[in-house]
């Protein structure tokens, strides 16, 4: 099968399977319905920076979380941490760690790991009789772990999946559930400055929350001793979504390698399962691959105002990365850097993320 019809058919299949989530979701009716939406929690910076709207020109490690074709255009070797005050004022952070790799004759495969956990603190353990507290304290943990693959088909079509493991617990209490990602991305134009994207996000299985925790003693349905009786609790479903953008890189300068300036138009669809449609743009200015600025606007149904917003964000976002060549050949080689972002909320103090990128 030629290239050109093996995309077409991966295109096509790929949008069929997404749209099969919405024959039974994909309204706000459901809303509140799903669970472990720490999934849809972005702790990266660059990405947060233009809220998401990049799934089509999204590259390296941070793809992983948006759409994983991107990964496929990691360098050799690339490390993330980065530390994200989640609503400030509230106290919960997000941090999230993880490395590429690129492997292989053609350098064309890279894998990369990503492991993304909530930080709640420590929270008081209070009871009915004692709803004051001071009984000691209980910390929650919300974890998942990402493996991904990327390959680059050619110099226009990458494709990329990401296995991921979930598991939130608290006590002796927790579920557990997997689930899968799966993206494409298409380049072309000139100067490759064109970009399309899809991506099919958190579909997977259903989790149930179960341990010693809903276990408790009760009277017998005979008899006069007593029994440990067990609860059951109801399954959720995992929040799944449909990622669709485009983006045009537009190099101010006239340089054909290696260009000084470099101006990316970003547009992006997102379609929630258990939520409203989102939709948006986003801009990025990058000057040298050393400083890149960048501001994005996420839009949904009742964002504008707060008496009808469902969410605390606003929609706007923006950030910017510095990093640093270790090496004094232009734009290659090995990197340090630092990411910065910021989205605005109507409650709290905003969401903040910061970031440390090393690439080798």
Known sequence: MKMSNLFRATLVSMAFLAA????????????????????????????????????????GLESMNLNPAGLAFAPKTEILFSRTHWLQGSEVFLNSAGIAQKFGKDKGNVVGVTINALDFGDIERTTTNLPEGGIGTFKPGFLNIGVGYSRAFSNSIYAGVVFRLINER????????????????????????????????????????????????????????????????????????????????????????????????????????????????????????????????RYEDGITSFSTSTTAFTGLAAGMSVQVPLTKKKNEGATIGIDYAYRATYTFKGTHTYGIRITL
């Open 20 to 59: 099969m989530p919405q024959l039974w979701a994909g309204n706000p009716d459901r809303a509140g319905e799903a669970g472990a939406y720490e999934l849809v929690m972005n702790g990266w910076g660059r990405t947060s920076g233009v809220f998401g709207m990049n799934s089509a020109c999204v590259q």
């Open 170 to 297: 608290i006590d002796d209490l927790s579920a557990t559930g997997f689930c899968l990602d799966a993206g494409i991305q298409y380049v072309t134009g000139p100067r490759e400055n064109i970009h399309f994207g899809i991506a099919l996000r958190n579909v997977g299985t259903p989790m149930r929350f179960g341990g010693d925790g809903l276990n408790f003693s009760g009277s017998a349905t005979e008899g006069t001793y007593t029994i440990t009786q067990s609860q059951r609790t109801q399954k959720f479903e995992l929040p799944s979504q449909l990622n669709i953008g485009a983006a045009y890189d537009w190099y101010i300068d006239k340089a054909k390698e290696n260009p000084d300036h470099k101006l990316t138009f970003m547009a992006n669809f997102t379609s929630n399962s258990f939520g409203k449609d989102q939709f948006g743009g986003g801009l990025e200015y990058g000057w040298r691959k050393i400083v890149m600025v960048r501001a994005g606007y």
